[in-house]
């Protein structure tokens, strides 16, 4: 399987940004898509931004012109920049990948376990 670990979260001010890393590991596998989420307390988690393997991104609205995925495949780390936080974006952010590992590519679809990201004066 693929192993998922998060880093950078914490707590900023409104308008300060924060660089949120996921980094991967496992034997022999291949992402296809990562992306990442968040959960706020009492609401659904939600899916902010994505990019594939060819490099193909996609963000929420929310996100959008704020939060910038990237990507190093030679690391086989996704990152978040995150630019101009507010304090609705305090959340549990979770990372998310899927592709294949393994001799016979089977299918994996695996998650971070979160890291907190509040924004407060």
């Known amino acids: 399987q693929v192993q998922l670990v998060e880093s950078g979260g914490g707590l900023v001010q409104p308008g300060g940004s924060l660089r949120l890393s996921c980094a991967a590991s496992g034997i022999t596998f291949k992402i296809n898509v990562a992306g990442w989420y968040r959960q706020a307390p009492g609401k659904e988690r939600e899916l902010l931004a994505a990019?594939?393997?060819?490099?193909?991104?996609a963000y929420a609205d929310s996100v959008k012109g704020r939060f910038t995925i990237s990507g190093d495949n030679a690391k086989n780390t996704v990152f978040l920049q995150m630019n101009n936080l507010k304090p609705e974006d305090t959340a549990i952010y979770y990372c998310?990948?899927?592709?294949?590992?393994?001799?016979?590519?089977?299918?994996?679809?695996?998650w971070g376990q979160g890291t907190q990201v509040t924004v407060s004066a």
């Open positions: 998310n990948a899927r592709g294949e590992f393994g001799a016979s590519s089977s299918p994996f679809d695996s």
């Open positions: 990019i594939t393997l060819e490099n193909k991104t």
